[in-house]
């Protein structure tokens, strides 16, 4: 019978199956062993049960959200079988309309999950001074908030552009939104710079600031890290997905009623 055994060789990890038979030559008995490097194969295994792990997260956290929305919509229908005043069916068909577009807007966010996790990636020269300030101006020029942009340290980037947008969005609509009142004016630092190894581009607001403890689990499905939240819980978690599907990573530093730094790091090169 086959077995597997790891080696250790230059900080990683190799796997090998390997077939051990006796073997009888000139009356003696030896060993022939053949191994088969299947590195390759374990790490598509492994990536396998991650992916099936998050997919059995996503059923259920799906499921149990959308499950709100669906009791208040039946509870809603009994109620109109049982109404005989026909003048408050217009206000139950104002709630049926308002269930009805948190729905609408939920299943959104999780088709964008599925169009992030599927798409093939298609790697493009992005000049943040060119496309990134206009496309800033053009989605959040309305909003009143003040914007202090500086991409002098790092200009252009190799990355999928409309991904990169689609994580820029995430960050932003958190920055532009959650304004801390005692903040005279909302405000928003977007600048860029680069190390060895990655293109950074950092994104900070004086908003009402995430607690400590909520920062760990604010990139999951629909975790929502303050009472204030009136989204989906979905876009940090689209963000997230994102800066994995581009080989990048996202970190948030927060300290409350003082504000949120994102930092968005991307692996200098195609990506």
Not at 51 to 80: K, Q
Not at 100 to 128: M, N, Q
Not at 165 to 184: E, P, W
Not at 235 to 245: H, I, P, R, T
Request: with cysteine.
């Amino acid at each position: 019978m086959p077995y597997e055994e790891k080696i250790e060789k230059n900080n990683s990890d190799y796997w090998f199956s390997t077939v051990k038979v006796p073997l009888r030559i000139d009356g003696e008995t030896h060993v022939l062993g053949v191994s088969t490097d299947v590195t390759e194969l374990k790490d598509l295994e492994q990536t396998l049960k991650i992916r099936n792990s998050e997919l059995e997260e996503f059923l259920y956290n799906t499921s149990h959200d959308l499950r709100g929305p669906v009791s208040s919509l039946l509870g809603i229908a009994d109620l109109m079988e049982k109404e005989k005043d026909f003048q408050n069916l217009g206000l139950y068909g104002e709630m049926v309309g308002e269930l009805a577009r948190k729905l609408d807007h939920t299943l959104h966010k999780l088709l964008e999950v599925r169009k992030v996790t599927s798409k093939k990636l298609e790697p493009k020269t992005v000049d943040l001074e060119k496309t990134l300030v206009k496309w800033i101006k053009e989605n959040y020029g309305e909003k009143k908030v003040t914007f202090d942009i500086d991409f002098s340290k790092a200009t252009r980037l190799e990355v999928d552009e409309e991904l990169f947008l689609l994580v820029i969005q995430k960050v932003m609509n958190n920055a532009c939104t959650y304004h801390n009142t005692s903040h005279k004016s909302k405000e928003v630092k977007i600048y860029s710079g680069k190390s060895t190894t990655h293109f950074h581009i950092w994104i900070e607001d004086n908003g009402d600031g995430i607690e400590k403890e909520h920062l760990p689990r604010i990139t999951q499905m629909f975790y929502k890290g303050t009472i204030n939240s009136t989204g989906s819980g979905l876009g940090l978690y689209v963000g997230q997905k994102v800066m994995e599907q581009l080989n990048g990573y996202m970190s948030i530093h927060s300290i409350p009623t003082v504000g949120t730094t994102v930092e968005l790091s991307f692996p200098l090169g195609k990506v």
